[in-house]
């Protein structure tokens, strides 16, 4: 009886954790059926997934750092459309005011919704982790990553290498993570990889509701690349990293303070 209580207390916090995703992929479907009067569907979006995070902020579900968290993560995924869009990576077909460059504003939540995640279930399985490899290997190796995703456009693609840095720098990194009084561990490279899987699966979802489209989904959508797993899997890197860090730091002037 006890594991499966367990398991619906760990449902449940996962759940919770995931309101502003399902937001997400609520509105790309929902606005690919009903179109708001004299406002074009990215922009709805953009206005819908606003007034989410206000709902979500006033109402206690998510805390003034988080919200910080989300508005750092926004800026680092519309960077990087803005470079994928104008590199031909994919395209956002549909018209909008608030577009940028190609890139409707709203495309940074999409980023921003792992953040939320990620804050959200550290603080509500009261996360913690043993064996983190510290500030400097830890940044340069996000930095890197990310960096990645800019230069393999005109060099060679380190993804697999980076990989192999990331198993290795993280190999002795465990997440514990507690359901009610109950205190488990996970080896943080599985979590990476389960993360991005299901990432790569809501990729799906979004692009058969034109979110946006790769350029073999023009004519008819198809399967995203399993490739893209890998992608996701060093994106999520990123954002647990810098999730990490800014938990550290936080952790580090309380401390201070006391």
Sequence with gaps: MKPLVQLLHFGYHQAMSCIFPVAIFGTLAL???????FIPRYD??????????????????ETLDEIKVICLFHLIGLALELYKVNMGSWSY????????FGVP??????YASVASFMCQVWRRLRMDMTGWPGFLPSML??????????????????RWWLTGLVLIVFWKTRIIYRVRSTTYRMPLTLAFILVGFFI??????????????YPDQHQAWRLV??????????LVIISVIIVAQLKYVKANRTANRS
Aim: proline share 4%; hydrophobic share 55%; charged share 10%.
């Design 44 to 61: 709805a979006i953009l206005l819908v997934l606003l007034g989410v995070q206000y709902l979500m902020y006033r109402s206690g579900l």
């Design 141 to 158: 190796l996000g930095g890197a990553i990310y960096l990645n995703f800019f230069t393999h456009h005109f060099i060679a693609d380190f």
């Design 200 to 213: 790569w699966l809501a990729e799906n979802i979004s692009t058969f509701f034109n979110a946006w489209k």
């Design 225 to 234: 690349s399993f490739s893209k797993i890998s992608s996701w899997f060093l």
């Design 105 to 110: 504003l709203y495309s940074g939540f999409m």
């Design 31 to 37: 606005s690919n059926v009903v179109q708001v009067p």
């Design 93 to 100: 077909p549909e018209p909008a005011y608030m577009k940028l």
